[in-house]
């Protein structure tokens, strides 16, 4: 009892096997008494008219008990049934029955209760070898319409028990087959579904006990597979978080050890006296402040990363004026290009709307493609940014001509932690940027696309929803 499939089992097959018996036992008793006995009482009622007809004729038979005795002796092995003979009186006259013979006060009847009808048919149903299960008392009519006799024609159980006991035995043996057959449903159906939880529950252990997990196969009812289906939804996210937290752990080592790795040096050279070297210690700071700001930025992707692995990013909503705000914010971009020998494109509109944005978060995620867009884009290229409206929706879009994305990468490129080949447009950093620029436009209520030719560049497109202004009457 301490198992679920023991349990299933004989809650399908102990309600199964009462209410087989059950029906049995029903079943036999009105076969029995609804369908044999009635035939026994017709089969005994028309053999009673037919003797009492060619008895009716023979008046010493009613006459002397001797006479009736020799007439039921001579018919007795050519009737099945026991037969007894009355005179006009109800007095005992003779009997096939040796019961009745060896009594020592022979039965008589009533002979009032009998005449009341043209046949009278009594029964007793008993399992015991002794009861009368069928009597019929027919009336003999004499030519002048006078009552010579009655006979009596009995069935006792001792006659019939082969065929109640047959019957019993094919009831039976349709009850057991119905009891094992639906026994092994049970089983069956009991087997698949602890075997289906049995997976379920061996998926979940593994997973407990950081081992690898196998996808349990969906099987069994509508709801154990609703069950399957989440587990293995949540082994596939779990296993996700694990392929993602080796891979933060090794972008970590490999992006901090880097720019550390470049510190280090310049500062052993500055404290061993390029200090006093004005030109190389302008050299050496610059340097050092370069790969400060690279740690800045793979700081600012860890906070991103943060802000998605905890949920929605929390927007501080401001009324900002975007044909006054981008090209501010464009600044220090178009430095950082022009810096790089890069030509720098703008192409904004005048009739920018005010909308309701979070400027540190948007200015985050245009920072994120601008960067990428300067940082992939070799010596003499151009990136160009502009933005404009289009029915409801404002557009802000950032352009280069750098080596592009490969077709089988492009599917790739807003997954956190990926990247590409060398030679491809994600060969150094975090592969942060994308993902955390997507999410932050996301949570603007807008979205980000690109298109992209490999060799030819990229471009990426921010929408944001500009909804009408609604007028008054």
Known sequence: ????????????????????????????????????????????????????????????????????????????????????????????????????????????????????????????????????????????????????????????????????????????????????????????LAVNLSRALRQVTVSIQQLATGKEVASPAEQGPEEIRDLIRTVNTLVTRLQTMETTRRKLLANLVHEFGRPLGALLPAVQALEAGAVENENLRQDLLAGMEDEINILRRLLDDLTGLYDQFVGSFVLEFQSVNLTKWLPNLFQTQREAAHAKGLHWQSNISDDLPVMEVDPDRLAQAIGNLVNNAIKFTPHGGTVSVGAGIQANEVWIRVQDTGPGIPVEDQGFVFTPFFRGRTETRFPQGMGLGLSIARDLVTAHQGRLEFESIPGEGSCFKIWLPNPPEEKTI
Do not use: C
Not at 71 to 100: C, H, M, N, W
Not at 121 to 134: C, P, R
């Open 1 to 188: 009892m301490r198992s679920l499939r023991t349990r299933l089992l004989i809650s399908h097959s102990l309600p199964l096997i009462i209410i087989i018996f059950l029906t049995g036992f029903a079943l036999d008793y009105v076969v029995e008494t609804q369908i044999l006995l009635p035939n026994f009482a017709d089969e005994l009622t028309n053999e009673a008219k037919l003797l009492a007809e060619l008895t009716a004729s023979q008046a010493d038979l009613w006459e002397e008990s001797q006479n009736a005795q020799v007439y039921l002796t001579r018919l007795e092995p050519i009737l099945e049934a026991y037969v007894s003979l009355f005179d006009s009186q109800g007095k005992f006259l003779g009997s096939t029955d040796p019961r009745i013979l060896d009594s020592a006060n022979p039965p008589n009847i009533k002979l009032e209760q009998v005449l009341s009808e043209d046949t009278t048919i009594q029964t007793t149903y008993s399992g015991h070898l002794e009861a009368h299960v069928v009597d019929v008392f027919v009336p003999v009519i004499g030519d002048a319409e006078t009552i010579m006799g009655v006979i009596q024609m009995t069935y006792r159980l001792e006659n019939v028990s082969g065929q109640f006991l047959a019957l019993r035995r094919v009831i039976i043996g349709v009850l057991t087959v119905g009891v094992f057959l639906g026994a092994g449903i049970a089983l069956l």
